[in-house]
């Protein structure tokens, strides 16, 4: 067998361990051993030898020019400057003020960006790992209608509301946020964890069921609800609201959204005939966010049906009901959704 086959690939050791071969070879030469059988001892070819003594006998350099160092990798295509501008395109930004058909960044659409502001062609693995090194990571967006009012909405938050509460506080009212929504056995939210490539089964009834559910909530934690069939009327609206301020004892201020059915005449009728003891106020147009009882819904559908479908012969009516029930016997649960940003201009009244 030839010495050549006896030789250790260095490219194979850890750095760490060629850091102490290369301060134990010194030491031993500083010792009087030769290079050739320090480097035989090793493994290594007597040329390792003689440059680790080269290495640290160079001025002003010693054993420190033997430490092992972090590889610097292939240097960057953009500066830092450039990155921190990707940082601004994006933050905030829609791919369509770029001249982009599509409405959400992708790392195609951010090379391409970058192909054309800086010159420069990188990878889609290259895009991502300069996303996430200046802070942006892939995220579901909030859905808002561009049809929103920015003016208005700041206009309630900073006007409309507080002159509600003051109102409220001056007649001894208590203030609710009204809203409405739907339940499906069919509806299943959230993710599961399966094989790759195989897509999980989540079983549920075959036969579709669905219910309706209205709820009012105030900061301080009381939570008032009832289910019913279908989708809201004026009717039912009345209905709806009479049976709420059967069970208040003190006037309500009620803050709804402008759906058709809080419009009707049948409406109108109902509240002016109690006297002031139910005031009704409408959110601005599609802000949906400024209602905290969406957040109530947010939660029940997350944690209900959609995480625990119905078993065989149960219905939804009652399982809605008894979920809605176990979060109104839960006020620092409906006081939690009060403490959302987007709802944080809500006083406790």
Known sequence: MSSCSLKRDGRKVSRAALQEMRLLALQRMNEGESPAAVATSFGLHRGGAYKVRAKAHGRGHGKRALLSRKGTGRPRRLTAAQERRVFRWINGKNPRQYGFDFGLWTRQLVRELVAQRFGVTLSRASIGA???????????????AYQRDPEAIARWVKETYPAIARRAKREKAEVFFWDESGFRTDAVHGKTWGAKGQTPVVERPGQRQSISAASAVNAKGAFWFETYPGAL????????????????????????????????AIVKEYVASTAGALTLHVL?????????????????????????PLRKGEKLKGRVAAQLQSMADN??????????PSVACISDC
């Open 331 to 340: 006020p620092a649960l409906v006081r939690s959704c009060f403490e959302h």
């Open 233 to 264: 009327t004026g009717e039912w609206f009345v209905h709806l609201l009479k049976n709420m301020m059967a069970e208040r004892g003190r006037p309500v201020h009620l803050i709804i959204d402008g759906l058709p059915a809080h419009k009707k």
């Open 130 to 144: 300069l996303l996430a090194r200046v802070g942006l990571t892939p995220q579901k967006p909030l859905q808002r």
């Open 284 to 308: 601005p147009g599609y802000a949906p966010d400024l209602n905290p009882d969406e957040l109530v819904w947010s939660h029940a559908k997350r944690t209900g049906v959609a995480r625990n």
